[in-house]
């Protein structure tokens, strides 16, 4: 799911005309890039700033450690015409924070299953599924139609969307990544659009699922495949794979990496196995230069999470990828913190453009020029944001101003619950008949509708206004 580019552009122009604080020139100019005026040796050294902050990779999927066997049984299954029991629906099952997202990724992408199938395409599903959102991308990614044949699939009902989806299924070889299904009713809704029972086709469905009894639902004759928690050998590869990439403090002497190394593996133990946990925590640590705060930082842990052991327990190891979470916010500056809590405006899963989220940050009056600096707002903007994503705090493909941003599913959740927690933001969904009323000190509300993708955000004070 993507942003409407038209919509995010009319709301940074209502956000500037109501904030009333940037100038009458970049007004003027449509909001495009702002800059002050600077000679060519200034715009040389904010190119060289760029350059160096994209020279850190930030394809979070080029950090996996631990799923070497996955990959292959899973791969295995999807390709392997001798196997007996031709599993229409594979699952992918486990808490959150286990990569079951990134390990159906590399599956999805792995040259053998690439070979395989006719047609892909993946889907993510999230806790407010809009099926015709769904399945009208699911076509999409198998035939990439024209405009026009775009348009006419607008116009099929529900009902003949679903039959030229299982048809298409039915006579070619395809692969459908269903990402995140939470209910057993998610599925029933999508279901008439898969040939998993009827007639011999060699299409198939990868499901993720927090809950094993979806996956059971979904196909009681399918796989069900559990990402193992990683071991402290793994946990370790990880951490230093995502430390080392973040950059590491040269002043640092021996002694001080033999003792920082000790204190790292005993927070890691903390983090029960879970990488999200784990890389989070490196993200937080890759900030920490010296010897001292890396003992404050162990302390937070361990408050944060408890002294109990975790590795049996699924209770603390919620627990654990919570804390380390909630610690990764907590040690924001004061300038990052609200970057952060305005993506709580956003939908669940929605991706976003690096680009205007940096513009509506200026509009909103969150980011400034910093002394002795010769840089516009709009890199400061990104260098904030790009902290952000070294902190694993957002996920992105590609980290440019042309790329896109993301948040995963439960740093979202600390998002919501911090944003509203600090009167920063409320959000309304209108697809939960049950949501609670707006209270009065809230400062921005932002509201999810029926539509598709259609969302908006205003300033508390204008619906008092009105």
Known sequence: MELDDHSEAMETCVTIKKRQFLCETCLQSGYGTIRHKADEASSSYVQKQRQLRQAYSYVEDNHVVGFDKDIQELVALLTEKENPRKHKVISLCGMGGLGKTTLARKVYQHPQVRTHFDCYAWASISQQCNRRDVLEGILFGFIFPSKERREEIKNLSDVELARELHNFQKQNKCLVVLDDIWTPTTWDLLKHAFPTTQGDTHSKILLTTRKNDVALHADQHGYIHEPHFLNEEESWELFQN??????????????????????????????????????????????????????????????????????????????????????????????????????ARYAEDVTIRVKWFCHILIAEGFIWLRRGCVETLEDVAYDWLSELVERSMIQVKQMSLKGRISIHDLMRELCLSKAQEENFLHSIDCRNQWEEPIETNVRRVSIYNNERSNYDIVPMQSLFDA
């Not at 080392?244 to 002497?253: A, L």
């Not at 190394?261 to 196995?273: N, P, V």
């Not at 408890?306 to 909630?326: A, E, I, N, P």
């Open 242 to 343: 995502k430390y080392s990439s973040t950059g590491t403090d040269p002043s640092n002497s021996n002694v001080d990496e033999k003792s920082k190394e000790k204190l790292a593996l005993e927070m890691l133990r903390k983090c029960s196995g879970l990488p999200l946990a784990i890389i989070v925590l490196a993200g937080l640590l890759s900030k920490k230069h010296t010897l001292y705060d890396w003992e404050l930082m162990k302390e937070n842990v361990i408050r944060c999470i408890g002294q109990g052991d975790q590795q049996h327990d699924d209770d603390l190891k919620y627990r654990s990828v919570s804390g380390v979470l909630g610690l990764s916010y907590s040690e924001l500056t004061s300038h990052l913190k609200p970057c952060f809590l305005y993506l």
